[in-house]
């Protein structure tokens, strides 16, 4: 499973995947601890946990997207270890999702024997997966953006006009309140940074940007030919209509 060692003692102990989120940091690279638990009891002496890659399974090249050792020590008196897996940053994240598999080999301390799981009673929180092989799990990284959790803005439901602070959310927009203004998406992650105060500032500033880009004749489209839109910019934009070509008068 991930490496949540804070796990309730009522949760699902397997989790098949853990995702790695570049958008959400500046880092290049992210340590991903992949936690795995023995069962029976503990032992005196220092036990070696085997590791292999499935490449069948995966897209992710060694040494270009991640590095990882292909053992580690279940030290004496453990019952749980992790593997350290660092990701690292690389551009083809941003189209797609890059894909590691990984699974523990037998050896001479242990065996697999999890192939399937029936959910005991008390085992009630987190979320069950049936039908799963505990010996594999993967780990899937990203750099898309997505809408973070402090964005006031949207098309209209019935109108199909952008509306409030931001308007809808595009990657082309988030990139463009980085540039201008060095805010980073950790910033739009918390509501304690990104308080609606500063949203409708922001809003207020690219607004002011926009316009400025418009009369010099330099607008800012969306990639669907959409003038930019903050909410105190004068035009108006609807869901799917670009914008004509012709200037007005602001």
Known sequence: RDGNTS??????????????????????????????????????????????????????????????????????????????????????????????QIKLVENEFFTLIFKSWDNPKDLTSGTVYTGFDASRHNIICSDILVKPANWIGSFDAKTKKEKSAFGEFSAKKFLLIQSVMGYQYSDFMSSTTMTIGVQYAISRFMSNYLVGQYKAHTPVLEDDGRLMWFEYCPWTNYEGVPWDGVYVEY
């Open 7 to 100: 796990m309730s003692s009522t949760g699902w102990p397997y989790v098949p995947y853990t995702n790695v989120e570049f958008v959400k940091t500046t880092a290049d690279d992210i340590l991903a601890n992949i936690l795995i638990r023995a069962t029976g009891e503990s032992k005196t002496y220092s036990r070696t946990v085997n590791i292999e890659v499935i490449a069948d399974s995966s897209n992710a090249v060694e040494g270009v997207h991640y590095s990882m050792p292909h053992s580690v020590s279940l030290e004496a008196g453990k019952t749980e270890t992790t593997i350290p897996v660092t990701l690292i940053r690389k551009p083809e994240m941003k189209n797609g999702l890059i894909k590691l």
